[in-house]
């Protein structure tokens, strides 16, 4: 009875520190600032944070409740994402392996689809193989908790990336992009594109997916504080370019007068950018919100206004590095939840980006 | 004497009135649409109209032979995909001989043909494993669907090719030719014309399109009548194809960009609208200007809903239930139909 307050005690004390080095390293400001008690001195604890985290070993972990995860035995890194027919995906499930490659490790990638079913196979197979760790793009919030939770009860620690589950304390880091400050930076410079006032569009991405309405949410924080600025439709092209384009199409008969399209996605804003290339209407901006390579072309001829660069790249490095590091020190030294900002991207500095990778 | 007549005309109307239903209500839908909204009924948004319907309504026409030879094929919607990729790919990279060094660019022309060229293939390919392997065409047609998907894939590694263009130093730039307006006509939606024209033609003027009917009504029969089964089968599985793989260059034409993904579960909006236009899924009868009328419908649900800012969920219902009402009232046809000809027998008798 007693052990489980201490517990609880020190998993707020760690997520306290946490929180300091993350605010630190300049982590998303809002939740940092909201959760955190003292924010003025985060440099302070940060420091103790990574020094001392390693010498209390398992007590001091963020996540772990008891001593951290052995990993399966062999010396093999599982990386897990959705379809690679999609260059983001195909980025992150690159840049793991290569990463796990140059730490010594074996790395081996498979794609879930999206399916939670043939990702729980997935986690079972890796199970079985006595993965070391396993690196997740997961396919559904609530659907992947339990195949984290029954690796981690064959002690193998799972990082997850890009996006979130519902629960805390059963992957040992979940370090996602910034999808809501990302979609509001590239709001604001759509905004500055389109002279704060005109009708637009929006096209939404497919609406059962967490991602599609805090982006939308993001867009319209910023939007709508200017009131010149006035949707006249919204539709769903789910993501894909073949609808992204037959959707404005469609919207363009409606609502010829449009002068802005804002797009959940690159895939879906390259779908709409074609289509007003095709219709003859260059005085569209459109944005969308990725950083593909393909939008950064149409940026650069001046057909899109920009998009917001989630740093995939820079995440996955990120999660092999904490795999890694969590196996030989038993901590990441860093809080489970991590944000990494996004960057708004335009033809100011579109020169910049490469493959999901940022260098400026 | 009278009143049998008048009954028997009674019957007849209806009976018109049943075989031009989806006609019907296409007519409906667009009185509806204009209506709900002032833009909908003009020339730029019927040749939009067009030029959407186009792209599952090649496909649809490649699964009415399919489907009257009681066959299916699933793999349209992977290959529209694949096609998109082989063309994409042909254009953006050309084709590297890795024994011999070099990297050959091919004219657009000739990237067609092949393209077409492959769809052809895979049909041959659908339509032995479906003949000669005796698999059930839902079988081997999901194999190939798989199949035809993952080589998509692995043609760019998961990739997009984007902006397609072509390169007016290596001759191989005009592939936005099948996704442009002559004359203010989509090309695409010419295509679909020629494709209809041709495919109503080969389906009833020609021994061919008798052939596949009788496979479709009774196969038994149609062998022992000299008909080569398996031949007409190979050839319907050809022809769909050829089909899909014309979809998959226009829509790498329109977007200028190849993705792997592209046509997923397309085969559905083809099947449906082969439903729609009144072919039976058991095979025997159906016909192409029946099809071209079901895939209108889809398409103006889907551009009139998206024009009206009905959401993407009412949109899968309103679909979902056009087609099960399509196929109830195919249904009663079916059975007035048996009904009348009873009729005409006892009346011969």
């Known amino acids: 009875m007693k052990k489980i307050p201490y517990r609880n005690l020190m998993k707020i004390a760690s997520a306290v520190l946490a929180l300091g080095v993350m605010s630190a390293c300049g982590g998303s400001p809002a939740p940092a600032s909201s959760a955190a008690p003292a924010p003025a001195s985060s440099a302070a604890p940060a420091a103790p944070a990574s020094s001392a985290a390693p010498a209390s070993s398992s007590e001091a972990a963020p996540a772990a409740d008891s001593a951290p995860l052995p990993g399966g035995g062999s010396n093999i890194i599982y990386i897990l994402t959705p379809s690679t027919s999609n260059a983001f995906f195909k980025t992150e499930a690159d840049t793991c392996s290569a990463k796990a490659v140059e730490l010594g490790y074996e790395a081996k990638a498979f794609s879930h689809d999206d399916d939670a079913a043939s990702q729980s196979d997935l986690f079972d197979q890796a199970i079985a193989d006595k993965a070391a760790a396993i690196i997740c793009d997961n396919a559904g919030a609530d659907a992947t908790i339990e195949a984290v939770q029954r690796a981690r009860d064959a002690g193998i620690p799972t990082f997850l990336i890009d996006r979130e589950i519902n629960q805390s304390g059963v992957a040992i880091s979940q370090i996602v992009a910034n999808n809501d400050q990302g979609a509001a930076a590239i709001a604001e410079a759509w905004v500055e594109a389109m002279g704060e006032k005109g009708k637009y569009a929006e096209l939404l991405g497919l609406e059962t997916d967490t991602n599609c309405h805090v982006r939308s949410d993001a867009f319209h924080r910023v939007i709508d504080q200017f009131p010149d600025l006035e949707m006249v439709a919204q539709q769903s092209a789910n993501w894909d370019q073949t609808e992204g384009y037959s959707k404005t199409e469609a919207i363009l008969q409606q609502n010829p007068e449009i002068t802005g399209i804002i797009c959940g996605n690159d895939t879906m804003a390259c779908g709409a950018a074609q289509a007003c290339i095709d219709a003859g209407r260059d005085d569209i901006k459109i944005i969308g919100v990725d950083g593909s390579d393909d939008a950064a072309s149409y940026i650069k001829k001046g057909q899109m206004v920009g998009t917001a660069l989630q740093q995939c790249a820079l995440i996955s490095e990120m999660a092999v590095q904490q795999a890694d590091d969590y196996l030989k020190n038993g901590t990441t030294g860093v809080d489970e939840k991590q944000l990494v900002d996004c960057i708004a991207i335009t033809s100011a500095n579109v020169d910049k980006l490469s493959a999901f990778v940022y260098n400026g | ?318 679909r979902g239930l056009v087609i099960i009402l399509a196929v109830i009232i195919d249904q009663a046809q079916r059975k007035l139909e048996a009904k009348m000809a009873l009729q005409v027998r006892n009346e011969t008798n």
């Open chain 2, 1 to 318: 004497m009278d009143a049998v007549k008048t009954k028997k005309d009674n019957s007849k109307m209806i009976m018109m009135l049943l075989k031009g239903r989806t006609f019907i209500v296409l007519i409906v839908l667009l009185i509806f649409f204009s209506i709900a909204n002032p833009n909908f009924l003009s020339f730029s948004t019927l040749t939009m109209l067009a030029k959407h319907v186009a792209l599952y309504g090649i496909l649809a026409i490649g699964m009415t032979f399919v489907i009257i030879t009681s066959g299916i094929d699933l793999s349209v919607g992977s290959v529209v995909g694949l096609a998109g990729m082989i063309a994409g790919g042909m254009i953006q990279e050309g084709v590297t001989l890795t024994f011999a060094g070099v990297t050959l660019y091919f004219s657009v022309p000739v990237i067609v043909l092949f393209t077409l060229l492959l769809g052809c293939v895979i049909g041959l390919i659908n339509g032995v494993i479906v003949t000669k392997l005796s698999v059930a065409p839902f079988i081997a047609t999901l194999g190939t669907m798989y199949i035809c998907r993952g080589l998509a894939s692995l043609r760019s590694k998961g990739a997009t090719f984007s902006n397609i263009a072509g390169n007016e130093a290596l001759g191989n730039v005009g592939i936005k030719a099948l996704g442009s307006s002559i004359a203010g006509i989509p090309v695409g939606a010419i295509l679909l014309l020629v494709f209809a024209v041709v495919g109503a033609y080969l389906l009833r003027n020609i021994p061919f399109g008798w052939h596949v009917q009788a496979v479709g009504g009774n196969n038994r029969a149609a062998k022992l009548s000299g008909v080569n089964v398996d031949r007409i089968t190979i050839l319907v599985y050809i022809l769909s194809g050829f089909c899909a793989a014309m979809v998959g260059l226009i829509n790498t034409a329109q977007l200028a960009a190849a993705h792997p993904a592209s046509g997923d579960s397309w085969e559905m909006n083809a099947i449906a609208a082969t439903v729609l236009g009144g072919t039976s899924m058991s095979g025997g009868s159906g016909t192409i200007l029946g099809t071209i009328v079901g895939a209108f419908v889809i398409g103006v649900i889907n551009d009139g809903m998206t024009m009206c800012g009905v959401s993407e969920f009412w949109q899968k219902v309103i």
